[in-house]
């Protein structure tokens, strides 16, 4: 770094009225100590790790010093949760430290998650327990190494603090970078106060900071639904290919820049289906596997319905084009999805016919029990003679549905004019072979909170730092739960 400061701050949002934010410091802790730093993304921003891990560093990210040039704020947002409007939310543990220039000129938010209470807090104490912040750091970053849009972990450091949910937790704090945490809900925090010159300032925000293309545009903010349209398409089929769950897809959780943001009760699927539902919330499945391109695009309607005012003085023209925005999305997402399904399959070049090729084998996949990442890792070994196939068979319970699906598939294959080996690598591009089983993500954080052991933790998170590579030695990490194993129910955290 070209100074001794820890991060060299050149914030935005700060500039925006009073009404924005809260100003406000993070709460000190006891007993500060950084747990985990990610070397890789320190890289990136073009931080010094010496600095980070230096006493004035680890002060900085547990909350203890607010960093020169820090102007700590806490955002304030609205949102629809699990359908129901609550019009003030905000971040209730979580600070803004500001804003810097990475390595390749992007501009990142440095924010503390569990840094204390705000005015926001709604009687919460704004802390975080390590578990769920070590959760965040390793779901997060394994969906960075996926190649997944998502908000990245910095640090973990601890609090030397309990806190208490329902038994006394450590405390802990995460250091989360982000593109943007501006979201759908802050959007409608503003139009629910009929407040259109907020509207007006943050979408220019917005613009300028991840948009600056369609600054040009005759119609810049018709240009930023169309742009978040886009990204949420790829974002929710992203999720899709790799069999992920939100678990919390609230307006509030969306983010502007089409980026994965809160991992509360997220989690990875192990056997295929489509109405699996993880967070312990969600009692209504509202948010389940297959349901989330529909709540994506429902989540876009409503932040459709916030910018009426700014595309259009004739409200049935703005309306217009909102509703022209909207509607692409499923089509959109249908194109990446589909897309990404047959590189899945091993198909270069889409023909009719491929879509309801790859639906068939989910639909085996769920009507036999098979797991959802090592089936398509297992087929990605496959040639197109059926004498290696035990493996893939294995994941069946009825071995004869792969057997049927499989000899469709391979004559599909004769078309795609490529060799097996060929083939073979391309699939093996798009199927992990480690995903965060949910199994081992548990028993890594009762490792760290009940015996202090941080170990799992870290072997879970290198092993997913190359998600596509075969690592001799780690098939455990690879292997689908045992029955008394199985995780049902994943929690927020909060």
Request: net charge negative; aromatic share 8%.
């Amino acid at each position: 770094m070209a100074s001794s400061a820890i991060f060299e701050f050149e914030n935005s949002f700060v500039r925006m009225p009073p009404r924005f934010y809260s100003r406000l410091a993070p709460t000190p802790v006891a007993d500060a100590r950084l747990i985990v730093l990610n070397e890789t993304l320190v890289g990136d921003l073009g931080l010094d790790p010496v600095a980070l891990r230096s006493e004035n560093g680890v002060a900085a990210l547990s909350g203890n010093r607010v960093p020169d040039g820090a102007e700590p704020l806490a955002m304030a947002y609205a949102g629809h949760q699990f359908g129901s409007w609550v019009p003030k939310l905000g971040d209730g543990r979580a600070v803004l430290l500001g804003e810097i220039l990475d390595r390749a000129g992007r501009r990142r938010d440095i924010q503390l998650k569990g840094s204390g209470p705000t005015p926001f807090s709604r009687m919460g104490d704004g802390r975080a327990a390590l578990g769920p912040v070590l959760r965040e750091f390793i779901v997060s970053e394994a969906m960075a190494a996926l190649g997944i849009a998502t908000t990245r972990s910095l640090a973990v450091a601890t609090t030397g603090e309990p806190v208490f949910r329902e038994r006394s937790l450590p405390g802990a704090v995460l250091t989360r970078v982000a593109a943007s945490h501006v979201r759908v809900g802050t959007f409608q925090y503003f139009a629910a106060r009929r407040d259109t010159e907020a509207l007006r300032l943050l979408a220019d925000h917005l613009i300028d900071r991840l948009y600056p293309e369609i600054r040009v545009s005759n119609q810049p903010y018709r240009g930023l639904i169309d742009r978040v349209v886009a990204r949420q398409a790829e974002l929710i089929a992203s999720w899709m290919l790799v069999g992920f769950i939100h678990g919390v897809m609230n307006t509030d959780n969306m983010s502007m820049a089409g980026e994965t943001i809160d991992y509360g009760p997220c989690a990875f699927m192990d056997f295929y289906d489509p109405a699996m539902v993880y967070s312990s919330i969600d009692h209504a499945g509202r948010y389940a596997y297959g349901n989330q391109p529909h709540i994506a695009h429902w989540n876009l309607l409503c932040l459709a319905e916030t910018l009426l005012p700014l595309l259009a003085e004739d409200r049935n023209e703005a309306i217009a084009q909102a509703q022209t925005a909207i509607d692409s999305f499923p089509g959109q997402y249908r194109a990446v999805y589909h897309a990404g399904l047959s590189a899945k399959i091993g198909l270069r070049r889409q023909k009719d016919g491929d879509a309801a090729l790859a639906a068939d084998l989910l639909d085996r996949m769920a009507a036999n029990g098979a797991d959802f990442t090592n089936t398509f890792r297992a087929l990605s070994g496959l040639s197109r003679e059926p004498a290696d196939d035990t493996a893939a068979r294995a994941l069946f319970r009825d071995p004869a549905a792969f057997d049927d699906w499989a000899l469709q598939w391979r004559a599909r294959l004769v078309s795609e004019n490529r060799s097996d080996a060929e083939r073979q690598r391309a699939m093996r591009r798009v199927n992990p072979a480690f995903i965060p089983r949910n199994h081992l993500v548990e028993a890594a954080l009762d490792a760290a909170v009940s015996d202090d052991d941080l170990n799992p933790a870290l072997t879970l998170y290198a092993v997913l730092h190359r998600p596509f590579d075969d690592q001799p030695g780690q098939e455990f990490h690879a292997r689908p739960p045992r029955p008394e194993e199985v995780v049902r129910a994943t929690f927020c955290g909060t």
